[in-house]
T-cell receptor
Framework: ETGVTQTPRHLVMGMTNKKSLKCEQH?????MYWYKQSAKKPLELMFV???????ENNSVPSRFSPECPNSSHLFLHLHTLQPEDSALYLC????????????FGPGTRLTVT | GENVEQHPSTLSVQEGDSAVIKCTYS??????FPWYKQELGKGPQLIID?????GEKKDQRIAVTLNKTAKHFSLHITETQPEDSAVYFC?????????????FGIGTKLQVIP
């Protein structure tokens, strides 16, 4: 595998379920990001991990819980979501220092029923 | 907070014509301006970027211009082809607190008509 991979690609869950999204990067980067992409809105930054420490939590509800066990892996744990949380969740990675491109994964399309 | 305005939201052009997408940003500390292309079912992919010490950059059919004084930057695609059809995002970025703080525009859906 190369680049940034995300699993699953599609997820349908009920409001009472617990699920996790997984992201893996094979680029040797040391910063990883979660974004939410909704229709007719700019990409919304949710969380940032730099050198395995969380450095940004952009006012995200506690029903979203990130985890970064090492610099190559990033998880987003989901519980008791709301229908308005349905969106495309994108993972990205970059070098932690300097102004560098972020590399995005293909995203997980989440539907909350 | 930081803001990036992007226009137009949709753009249809005939194959072979040029397409121009314009963005303005609010954070004067932004120093890196990437443009991303997102095709259906895929994540955004970088197509070109420009840094604040450069006014213009070109890569084959794609060019980007930056006016730091006016806080404007634009994407130009010449000789458009059907495979250019996608959603394009501009972004303004700066390094802050140990990571790339990126603010994205809302996107432009480009349709190239054969």
């Amino acid at each position: 595998e190369t680049g940034v991979t995300q699993t699953p690609r599609h997820l349908v869950m009920g409001m009472t379920n617990k699920k996790s999204l997984k992201c893996e990067q094979h680029l040797g980067h040391n910063a990883m990001y979660w974004y939410k992409q909704s229709a007719k809105k700019p990409l919304e930054l949710m969380f940032v991990y730099s050198l395995e420490e969380r450095v940004e939590n952009n006012s995200v509800p506690s029903r979203f819980s990130p985890e970064c066990p090492n610099s190559s892996h990033l998880f987003l744990h989901l519980h008791t979501l709301q229908p308005e949380d349905s969106a495309l969740y994108l993972c990205a990675s970059s070098q932690a220092s300097g102004s560098y491109e972020q590399y995005f994964g293909p995203g997980t399309r989440l539907t909350v029923t | 907070g930081e803001n990036v305005e992007q226009h137009p939201s949709t753009l249809s052009v005939q194959e072979g014509d040029s397409a121009v997408i314009k963005c303005t940003y609010s954070d004067s500390a932004s120093n890196y301006f990437p443009w991303y292309k997102q095709e259906l079912g895929k994540g955004p992919q970088l197509i070109i970027d420009i840094r604040s010490n450069v006014g213009e950059k070109k890569d084959q059919r794609i060019a980007v211009t930056l006016n730091k004084t006016a806080k404007h930057f634009s994407l130009h695609i010449t000789e458009t082809q059907p495979e250019d059809s996608a959603v394009y995002f501009c972004a303004a970025s700066r390094y802050s607190g140990g990571y790339q703080k990126v603010t994205f525009g809302i996107g432009t859906k480009l349709q190239v008509i054969p």
